[in-house]
């Protein structure tokens, strides 16, 4: 039947010409279309997104990939220049529009197709990239159908691969019509004329005019009515069974306001229906949100606890640690400074979560230490942690600066304060125990909570000061003040130099050799302006921090524009041999040949992937047993940010790295926990597997 009426459709598109007068629209055609490329200048051998832009007139519109009980899907044809790949549209979430009994699966507002593009490797800059592509697609009122073709066409040019400030808006509010891929396992099942589908979805998430789509042909009856009832933290689906029997379902649930979830389901047993979605009480939704939000909130502040023992961190803490022992008894200023380094602390992570927030409201797929993507961020925190390394080993003193005899009085607490901003900023490539669920979970609460979440882990953060400025208990079990302190100051710089040359591999990891040199060069540059500020110092001579200021900034310039670009060719060649880069495409298909695999995200500033890499993943008697098992292991490197890794993360309940995932053969994904053992992975592999 719907095959009939499409081709009806196609019949009176015919004298449409003719009709259109006397319809909303006018003439056609009736969709605008064209080509936006997201980057004008993408570069050579990396994935660009180009948007096919539709604009329906009023009163017309157009069809989802699956479009219901009639119309039909657009047709794409492409002219791409040679060794340009494309593939498959993503599509936004779609509306319902019944018409004489039939559902369609439309849009009605304007929307567009993000396609992503392979452009060639080799390329030089400069190359023209003339791109086009024959649409066919239907377009619709309520009483006409029109089949219509547009050629649409855009020129790129091998370059950067920078974005297009022009077009960042309009791809942000693309990116945030696409579903949101569900990583939970779905099961769905027919039986008796009806289609079930259980969908994992916590009972906090709120639902408005729920709508199962199904991107599977044929799965189910489209026009029938859809039951939606809870059974606890699932999401229970019915509806009239269509005329095939998928193996397999994939489908896109709406969940209202324009959002939705895409997923992939396989058969299996579907819980009882549970009680109607208009019987959860609201009041039972705040529950579960602030229930949520606790835990969450909890899960922060132990993993920010935690941060306090990493290199780069805990000289930090023990330097104000030491100045509360050398600064005698005054518990009010003691007490003044704790609350202004916590402060310092709260109000940087609270600044870096709410950046996270707003990117990933606009289509980003962004987590914690989003910033370490950069190089040049990268490279900025080597000369930051060089200095502090230079300040503890004596090479100049931060106590000679002063702003006037107002700030010197307040010098304290200022200085106590800015001291945990930069505690809290240099912690972010950590994510230890508890943090890493925490943050993921504050991406799914409300923006108030999800903040609150981030403050949590600035509190955990703050958590050693604060009891050793309200504790004088805790600040007497402090060795008393001597000349042991310079010597254990002088220690503490071991560290910071160490994080130092954790960077620079980082750096050498992102932007290869040139990086390092350019990198080492600024920090030579650096020492020598800050000893020269050091004797200048010691001398009391005015304007002691003049070198020091001119090193800093001929430093920041030479990175700014002899910083080379990251070579993404030459990091995937440097991948263990032992793993593939993650593909989800290739996961799945290993997962449907029923082979074991074992996925891990990781990045070259996360201390605990390298911790855990080193010390369970690389070691030997793991990979014997996965070779011996036939384990593939798949590795996902967010080093330089990665939106198909992002989104994977997200759909995992993740706003960062690490990740490990293990799927056993013909299991759903078992997530690992954030500290690996040899034994652990060995185990995994050796399990008998039914």
């Known amino acids: 039947m719907r095959y009939f009426l499409t081709m009806l459709a196609a019949l009176l598109g015919l004298v449409a010409p003719a009709l259109a007068q006397a319809i909303p629209g006018g003439s056609g055609p009736h969709i605008a279309t064209s080509l936006v490329p997201e980057s004008p200048n993408p570069a050579a051998g990396t994935r660009t997104t180009i948007a096919i832009a539709m604009a329906p007139q009023p009163g017309w519109h157009g069809y989802w990939q699956t479009p ?17 790949k494309a593939a498959d549209p993503a599509y936004p979430v779609p509306t319902t ?15 567009a197709l993000l ?4 452009v060639p490797a ?3 800059k400069g190359t023209a990239l003339p791109i086009s592509a ?29 974005p297009d ?11 945030k019509a696409l579903p949101r891929p569900l990583g939970s396992p779905v099961r769905f099942e027919t039986a008796a004329g009806k289609f079930r589908l259980a969908v994992p979805l916590p009972a906090s998430v709120a639902l408005d005019r729920p709508h199962l789509f199904a991107v599977t042909d044929g799965a189910l009856a489209y026009a029938a009515p859809q039951s939606f009832t809870r059974d606890g933290d699932t999401l229970v689906i019915e509806t009239a069974a269509g005329p095939s029997a998928p193996k397999r379902f994939e489908g896109v649930l709406a969940l209202g306001d324009g959002k939705g979830l895409s997923f992939a389901a396989s058969p299996g047993a579907v819980p009882a229906a549970g009680a109607p979605l208009g019987d959860v009480s609201a009041a039972s939704s705040r529950h579960g949100t602030l229930a949520l939000t606790l835990i969450a909130f909890a899960g922060a502040v132990l993993g920010g606890l935690i941060l306090n023992i990493m290199p780069c961190v805990f000289p930090i803490l023990s330097l104000k640690a030491l100045s509360l022992a050398k600064g005698g008894g005054d518990e009010r200023a003691v007490r003044h400074e704790a609350l202004a380094y916590s402060a310092g602390v709260m109000l940087v992570c609270v600044a870096l979560g709410g950046l996270i927030l707003a990117a990933r409201a606009g289509g980003a797929q962004i987590g914690w230490a989003f910033q370490l993507q950069d190089p040049g961020i990268i490279f900025l925190l080597v000369l930051l942690t060089s200095a502090i ?4 080993a004596g090479l100049f003193e931060l106590g000679a600066v002063s702003a006037g005899s107002g700030l010197a009085a307040k010098r304290g607490t200022a200085g106590a304060f800015w001291t945990g901003a930069l505690a809290a900023f240099v912690a972010t490539p950590c994510t230890g125990p508890f943090m890493a669920a925490a943050l993921g979970a504050a991406l799914v609460l409300p923006v108030a909570a999800a903040l609150l979440v981030f403050a949590g882990l600035g509190l955990g953060l703050a958590i050693p000061f604060l009891l050793l400025g309200y504790v004088p208990a805790l600040r007497r079990v402090l060795p008393k003040p001597g000349a042991w302190m310079e010597t254990m100051r002088h220690i503490l710089a071991v560290p910071m130099f160490l994080t130092a040359l954790g960077l620079l591999w980082v750096l050498g990891n992102q932007t290869a050799a040139d990086g390092v040199v350019l990198a080492l060069a600024a920090a030579m540059l650096l020492a020598f302006g800050l000893w020269w500020t050091g004797r200048r110092q010691r001398g009391f001579k005015a304007f002691a921090w003049t070198p020091a200021a001119a090193a800093v900034l001929i430093a920041i310039a030479a990175g700014a524009t002899l910083l080379p670009k990251h070579d993404a060719a030459a990091k995937v060649a440097a991948q263990p041999g032992a793993s593939v880069p993650f593909d989800a495409a290739k996961l799945a298909a290993l997962r449907a040949a029923n082979k074991p695999v074992f996925v891990y995200f990781t990045a070259d500033w996360c201390l605990s992937c390298k911790v855990n890499e080193k010390a369970a993943i690389e070691r030997t008697e793991t990979q014997a047993a996965f070779a011996h098992a036939g384990v593939t292991t798949m590795l996902g490197d967010w080093t330089d940010g990665d939106a198909a890794i992002g989104k994977f993360l997200d759909a995992h ?3 960062g790295v690490p990740l490990y995932l293990w799927y056993a053969p013909g299991k759903e994904a078992q997530t690992l926990p954030q500290i690996l053992t040899p034994g652990l992975l060995v185990g995994l592999a050796k399990a008998p597997n039914p």
């Open 68 to 84: 219901g009980d009639s119309g039909f899907p657009m047709k794409i044809d492409w002219t791409l220049p040679s060794g340009a």
């Open 97 to 111: 529009l019944v018409i004489a009994g039939l559902m369609n699966h439309v849009y009605e507002a304007p929307y």
């Open 134 to 162: 024959k649409l066919d697609y239907l377009v619709c009122t309520t009483s006409l159908c029109v089949p219509e073709t547009a050629t649409v066409s855009t020129m790129l040019t091998v370059g950067d691969g920078a």
């Open 165 to 175: 400030p022009a077009a960042a808006s309009r791809f942000a509010s693309w990116r």
């Open 115 to 118: 396609v992503p593009v392979d």
């Open 653 to 655: 309940g993740r706003s």
């Open 122 to 124: 080799g390329l030089a």
């Open 389 to 392: 390394g230079f300040n503890l």
